[in-house]
C-alpha cells in the first residue's frame, strides 16, 4: 500500500507528519463490508446445518402419540373393495366428527390374527354410530394382505401402509397396534397387542358420549 | 409362375406365424424362468428387514422377511430388474428398508450434502483464521515521498497517542532552543 506524507513546516522543520495510505477509507470500508456479510453468510448457514440436524435428531428420538394428543394427520389409499365412504383416497380430517379406531396389522403377524374376527364383529356393531374402524397392513406384501382379509372376511376398511408414513407418523413399535381417536381428533386410547372386547366397548362407549369438534 | 407366387406366399406366412410363436415361448421363457436363491439373496441383502432392526432380510427368519424374499423371487420371475425391484420397494415400504437409499429428501441433504457444506465451512473458516494470522504479522510500509525513500515503522501508520506527540513536541522544542 502506498503512503503520502504531509510535512507541516515549522521554523524549517517537519515538526508533524500526518500519513494517509492512498485511497484507504474507501476500500477499508468495502472489505469490511464484505468481511460483516461473509461473517453473516456464515453464521446463517451454520444456523440452519444446525437447525437441520436439531430437526433431524428430534425425528429420530420422536415418541409414540400418546393418549391426550391429538392424532398426527395420515393420508391412505385404500385397497381395492375396501374403500371408506365410496372414496378410495381419504385422510383422517375427513374423518373428523366420527370415531376413529386405528388398527395396524399384518398378515404374518400371529397376534393379528387372534384379535382379527372380534374387531370385524365390533365394526358390525357400530356401524351405524359414526365409528370407523381402519385397519392399515403394516410391511406387508399386499396379495397377503388381501389373502388375511378375505380369510377373516374383513369388510371395513383398509389400506396399505405406503412408503411405512403412517406408521412412522404414530412410531408404532410392533403390530398389532391399535389408537382410539375421538372425534375431536384426540387420542383417547392407545392399545399395544391384540384387543379384547371389554377395552374395545368401554373405550369407544365413552368416545361416543363426548362432544364431536 | 402363378403356383410358384402361391407358394411363396404360404411360405412367407408359415415363417412369420413360427417366428412369432419361438418369440412368445421365448419371451414366456423369460417371464417365468426359475429363480435361483442366490439370485433372490443378491436382492435380499441389500433390504432390511421391516421387524428386527439392522438385520438384512437374507439373513433374517422371520415370517415378514420370508414373504419379502418371496416377493423378490416373483418379480424377478416376471423380468423386472434388480432397480425396479428396489424403487418398489422404496415406495412401498419407504427409503429407510433400502442398504443405499435414494438420494432424494432428507437422506440426500443429511448423507450427501451436509458432509460437503461442512468440509467447505471448514474450509472457508481456516482459510480466514490463517489470512488473520498473516495481517496480524508485522509488517513494514515504506513511505513513497518525492525525495525520499524511508522506511516507516507500522505503527506511525497509526494515529499516535495525544501523550506520545506532546512528549514528541516538547523534545522537538527542546533541540530548537
Known sequence: ?213 | MRKNNRLLQMFLIVLVLALSAVSAVAQDDSQNRTVTDDEVNEIARDVYCPVCENTPLDVCQTQACADWRELIRTKLASGESKQDIFDYFARQYGDGVLANPPRRGVSLVMLWVLPVVLILLGLLLFSRYMRGLRVSEPDTAVASGPNSAMTIPPEVSQPAPDDYLARVEKELKRTDE
Not at chain 1, 385397497?79 to 380430517?93: I, M, P
Not at chain 1, 365409528?131 to 388381501?146: C, K, M, R
Not at chain 1, 404414530?170 to 371389554?198: C, R, S
Open chain 1, 1 to 213: 500500500m502506498s503512503s503520502e506524507i504531509t510535512q507541516t513546516p515549522g521554523k524549517g522543520e517537519p515538526t508533524e507528519a500526518v500519513i494517509t495510505p492512498v485511497g484507504s477509507t474507501p476500500v477499508g470500508e468495502q472489505k469490511s463490508g464484505k468481511i460483516r456479510w461473509t461473517m453473516i453468510a456464515l453464521w446463517a448457514a451454520v444456523i440452519s446445518l444446525l437447525a437441520l440436524l436439531g430437526w433431524g435428531l428430534m425425528k429420530t428420538n420422536a415418541t409414540r402419540p400418546e393418549a391426550g394428543q391429538p392424532a398426527p394427520y395420515f393420508d391412505v389409499e385404500f385397497f381395492d373393495g375396501y374403500q371408506w365412504d365410496n372414496k378410495s383416497v381419504a385422510d383422517l380430517n375427513d374423518m373428523r366428527g366420527n370415531v376413529v379406531v386405528l388398527n395396524f396389522w399384518a398378515s404374518w403377524c400371529v397376534e393379528c390374527r387372534l384379535e382379527a374376527d372380534l374387531i370385524e364383529n365390533t365394526w358390525r356393531n357400530y356401524a351405524d354410530d359414526n365409528v370407523i374402524f381402519l385397519g392399515v397392513a403394516y410391511a406387508d406384501v399386499e396379495p397377503n394382505s388381501i389373502s388375511y382379509l378375505d380369510e377373516f372376511g374383513i369388510t371395513y376398511p383398509n389400506a396399505p401402509d405406503l412408503g411405512t408414513d403412517i406408521s412412522d407418523t404414530y412410531e408404532i413399535t410392533g403390530v398389532p397396534e391399535t389408537f382410539f381417536i375421538g372425534k375431536d381428533g384426540v387420542i383417547e386410547h392407545v392399545q399395544i397387542g391384540p384387543l379384547n372386547q371389554a377395552t374395545m366397548d368401554r373405550v369407544i362407549q365413552k368416545l361416543l358420549q363426548e362432544e364431536g369438534a
